[in-house]
């Protein structure tokens, strides 16, 4: 099962759509989604807006692949899980953030070849044809979060 999650900081319309696109393509395909308030609502596969940390916790767990926005937290918590993971980051030009930190974010991680980063549609499409040939990720230790996010927070305050 593919899970999808656009994170709690509002809607990402561009990524739900994507990966509605998508699995109408691969109906062979579980996908779960946690789209909080974007208006797109997925037609091939099922989704909640909201979900509470212990369901959060199990989608993840179940999950093949973690398809998700640039959100570190979602990022560091599937890869304490070792799950292979696809970021799209929300971009300010398309007014789906504030500024370009998950750009940011994503291309570091995507330089430390922790996540596999994708800038549009058709760049996730791709990723996701090749979702069989995907690495899981090295696992992370729990222990080691604060250290990684003092980095990510030294990378971004620059």
């Known amino acids: 099962m593919i899970f999808v999650t656009v994170g709690t900081q509002g809607s990402f319309d561009r990524l739900v ?3 509605d696109e998508w699995a109408r393509e691969h109906p062979e395909t579980d996908v779960f989604a946690q ?3 974007s208006e797109s609502e997925p037609e091939h596969f099922d989704f909640q807006r909201d979900l509470e940390p212990a369901d959060f916790q199990r989608h ?12 570190c937290g979602t990022i560091l918590s599937a ?12 971009r300010a ?3 789906e ?8 974010t994503a291309e570091r991680f995507a330089d430390l070849e922790r996540v596999r980063a994708v800038e549009d549609t058709a760049a996730l499409h791709r990723v996701l044809d090749e ?7 090295a696992r992370i230790d729990a222990g080691a979060q604060t250290e990684l996010l003092d980095r990510i ?5 620059g």
Do not use: C, W, Y
Request: aromatic share 2%; hydrophobic share 45%.
């Open 35 to 37: 789209i909080g308030p």
């Open 79 to 90: 890869l304490e899980l070792g799950k292979p993971v696809v970021v799209m980051p929300r």
């Open 153 to 157: 927070r030294s990378f971004i305050d």
């Open 93 to 95: 030009d398309l007014g």
């Open 97 to 104: 953030h504030r500024n370009d930190h998950q750009v940011a």
């Open 131 to 137: 979702l069989a040939d995907l690495e899981p990720a």
């Open 17 to 19: 759509t994507a990966m």
């Open 60 to 71: 993840l767990e179940n999950a093949s692949a973690v398809v998700a926005h640039a959100g």
